[in-house]
């Protein structure tokens, strides 16, 4: 061998002794694979199989549903749900059902950015309290599981959680004041739950919200105004709770509201005219006790996929301008105590009688002409 071989020959020594070396390196820490074991240890997944993936040393590695830093190689994302396409579903021919509990091992993983275990239907206890220690965590999505207890009361420390979805379980409590405190929160879902007391006055302080779906909870009191400072707020769902109070004219002035749910509450006064005449395109007031006339202010930049005011105390007729609104897909106006003639127009060719149904003495198409 020749000195310029015999180089090479160390050269390449070194490199297949870097790039073992480099793939020890490249494993997840062990104590991140020991936190996965035990989270893994408080949960049952009967049918589809994927903790038989959570086995070797690297669990950065074909573990279902874990994907790691690539840097740090430390656990960043828990994906895993219990309704999605993936072909494990498919082999099985089901949706995913898990029971057991979420252990608090889970906040061994310092560096998890994503926790999504989601849609499996038969998960109990309780949210772990110490999550609210995991300083990178932007996305929490407990939703569809039988989750019961609190929402932990200092999760406001999550200061960059942008997604808390726990939707669909059977969590309890208020909303803790703390939630004001996370100032990158975009996407909030609390729908269905056992939620009570009342919205935290400060709500408004989630600037970046754009989704705040609370619906089906047992909330109490009325709509805090500090909400007329969400300006990115798109989505506002409060449907299905105790709420009272009054619609306040702000609701009809936010910049990008498109969609306001308030239906089945307790709520009273009148409709403020600024509502029927905004950003919102779907609007659901049904199942209150709101009084007083529709305001007649619609007009060529009235646009309305769903309109739903049934079964209120209004009273009156209904508004002339309704007829020149752009478009009204779904409109709802039965149950309450309108008087008066239908009027006629392209909004109104494709509604049946329901639409109207259950009022004092409306009258012409498509009721009984007046
Ligand atoms: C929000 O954070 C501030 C500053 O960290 C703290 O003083 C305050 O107590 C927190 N608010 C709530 C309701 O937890
Ligand atoms: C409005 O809310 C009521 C009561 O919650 C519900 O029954 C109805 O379907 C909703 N309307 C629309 C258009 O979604």
Avoid at 93 to 101: E, L, P, V
Avoid at 145 to 155: R, V, W
Avoid at 243 to 265: F, Q, R
Wanted: hydrophobic content about 40%; charged content about 20%.
């Amino acid at each position: 061998m020749d000195s310029i071989t015999r180089a090479s020959v160390v050269v390449w020594f070194l490199v297949v002794v870097l790039l073992s070396v480099s793939s020890i390196v490249k494993s997840c820490p062990p104590s991140d694979r020991a936190a996965l074991l035990a989270l893994r240890a408080d949960l049952v997944e009967p049918y589809l199989g994927i903790f038989d993936t959570w086995k070797g040393i690297d669990c950065c590695k074909g573990w279902y549903g874990i994907s790691c830093d690539p840097n740090t190689r430390q656990v960043a994302d828990i994906n895993l749900r219990g309704e999605s396409e993936d072909p494990i579903f498919e082999k099985a021919g089901r949706t995913g059902f898990m029971t057991g509990s979420i252990s608090p091992s889970i906040c061994k993983l310092k560096r998890l950015s994503s926790v999504i275990i989601a849609d499996w239907k038969g998960i109990t206890g309780e949210i772990p309290a110490c999550i609210t220690t995991l300083p990178f965590l932007r996305i929490l999505d407990l939703v569809g599981n039988k989750l019961s207890g609190e929402l932990p009361a200092n999760i406001g420390k999550l200061r960059r959680l942008a997604v808390l979805n726990v939707a669909d379980n059977l969590i309890t409590g208020r909303i803790p004041q703390s939630i004001v405190n996370i100032s990158s929160l975009m996407h909030l879902d609390l729908r269905n739950n056992r939620i009570s007391g009342e919205i935290p006055a400060e709500f408004g302080r989630l600037s970046m919200l754009s989704r705040a779906l609370l619906s089906r909870n047992q909330l109490s009191g009325s709509i805090p105004s500090s909400i007329s400072k969400i300006y990115r707020l798109a989505d506002l769902d409060l449907s299905l709770n105790y709420l009272s109070g009054s619609i306040a004219e702000w609701l009809g002035k936010m910049a990008v509201l498109s969609t306001l749910n308030l239906d089945g509450n307790l709520i009273t006064g009148n409709i403020p005219a600024t509502l029927l005449n905004s950003a919102v395109s779907i609007l659901n007031l049904s199942r209150n006790s709101l009084e007083g006339r529709i305001p007649d202010v619609f007009g060529a930049g009235s646009y309305f996929t769903a309109l739903d005011l049934s079964y209120n105390k209004l009273r009156g007729p209904i508004p002339k301008t309704l007829s020149s609104a752009a478009y009204i897909g779904h409109l709802d106006l039965s149950h309450n105590h309108l008087c008066g003639p239908i009027p006629g127009g392209s909004p109104f060719d494709h509604l049946d009688a329901s639409s109207f149904a259950y009022n004092d003495c409306l009258c012409g198409k498509p009721l009984r002409p007046c």
